[in-house]
């Protein structure tokens, strides 16, 4: 078995190892602000392609609608096919889902620290 240490985005140090310092918590902070942005810009995407191909927005339209939805604000836009009216639907959900994931994925690093700094000796 190897002892070499295993490098992984979401494995945070354990009970027993010391806090992380400063710098480095900053560094898994930044990781953690990218997977964010990811997840959020892949999202914008998914509503803009499902905006522009179902109800026939143009790029900008596709983008404020979707956008709307993720920020929790709701379409902007009429919608007239029954294909889009279900596309919206479903898109609102997965941007309710989005919001969780992204606020647990941003806060973690934050929440860990201060747990961890609670059980050093």
């Given at each position: ?94 941007s ?23 059980h050093?000796?």
């Open positions: 078995m190897s002892t070499k240490k295993k490098h992984s985005l979401f494995l945070f140090e354990t009970r027993g190892q010391p806090l992380l310092s400063r710098p480095a918590f900053f560094k898994r902070q930044l990781k953690h602000i990218g997977i964010v942005l990811l997840i959020i810009g892949g999202s914008l995407l998914i509503g803009m392609a499902g905006y522009h191909f179902l109800e026939n927005l143009s790029w900008v339209d596709a983008f404020l609608n979707s956008a709307m939805l993720l920020g929790g604000m709701g379409p902007v836009d009429p919608l007239h096919t029954v294909a889009g009216k279900i596309f919206a639907g479903l898109y609102s959900l997965y309710g889902i989005v919001f969780l994931i992204v606020a647990g994925v941003l806060f973690a690093p934050i929440f860990h620290r201060m747990l961890h700094h609670f050093l000796d």
